[in-house]
T-cell receptor, first 111, second 112 residues
Framework: SQTIHQWPATLVQPVGSPLSLECTVE??????LYWYRQAAGRGLQLLFY??????ISSEVPQNLSASRPQDRQFILSSKKLLLSDSGFYLC??????????FGSGTRLTVV | DQQVKQNSPSLSVQEGRISILNCDYT??????FLWYKKYPAEGPTFLIS?????DKNEDGRFTVFLNKSAKHLSLHIVPSQPGDSAVYFC???????????FGKGTRLSVIA
């Protein structure tokens, strides 16, 4: 069966520090991978998505970046965090465009 | 520009009654619609979906209705239970490999 792992569950980081959030998927090949952010009052905002290794599409210009070094690994990074980067970050996968499965999320607080 | 809109941020319903959550969309290219349920500090989980070729899809206590001419869909939960209390997200997608677009969510509270 397919599973998605996302870590850490919570993170408190100072402004200006780097960020690395990791997401891995098991039990499927060549999934579409996504990073979403849920900020207060803004619903689920798509940040990045990837349809294959090394293929990243950015939806929102900001100081975050994403990478897909392996088929089932998706990493969200930042060189310098801003206060506005606080939020609940969700990784998801799908085969094709239907049936997204989300990870358990990372609560990021930038202080 | 919000393509998927959930205009009610919150809804409170008594246990046993019907909950109706609404969603409007602006993109006429959307052909597949989904509802997700989210508990605090967890990822959303898939609830029910509907293709644009249908106007109704039912799964147990959950029914989704689609009105293409009005670009409107709704989720009905009957009867509502306290465990249904969560945030519900409406999502839509175009044909092809484009990501889902989500609404801002509606927080449903079912009061015992």
């Amino acid at each position: 069966s397919q599973t998605i792992h996302q870590w850490p569950a919570t993170l408190v980081q100072p402004v200006g520090s780097p960020l690395s959030l990791e997401c891995t998927v098991e039990g499927t090949s060549n999934p579409n991978l996504y990073w979403y952010r849920q900020a207060a009052g803004r619903g689920l905002q798509l940040l990045f998505y990837s349809v294959g290794i090394g293929q990243i599409s950015s939806e929102v210009p900001q100081n975050l970046s994403a990478s897909r070094p392996q088929d089932r690994q998706f990493i969200l990074s930042s060189k310098k965090l801003l206060l506005s980067d606080s939020g609940f970050y969700l990784c998801a996968w799908s085969v094709g465009n239907y049936g997204y499965t989300f990870g358990s999320g990372t609560r990021l607080t930038v202080v | 520009d919000q393509q998927v809109k959930q205009n009610s941020p919150s809804l409170s319903v008594q246990e046993g009654r019907i909950s109706i959550l609404n969603c409007d969309y602006t993109n006429s290219m959307f052909d597949y619609f989904l509802w997700y349920k989210k508990y605090p500090a967890e990822g959303p989980t898939f609830l029910i979906s509907i293709s644009s070729i249908k106007d109704k899809n039912e799964d147990g206590r959950f029914t989704v209705f689609l009105n293409k001419s009005a670009k409107h869909l709704s989720l009905h939960i009957v009867p509502s239970q306290p465990g249904d209390s969560a945030v519900y997200f409406c999502a839509a997608s175009e044909e092809g490999n484009t990501p889902l677009v989500f609404g801002k969510g509606t927080r449903l509270s079912v009061i015992a």
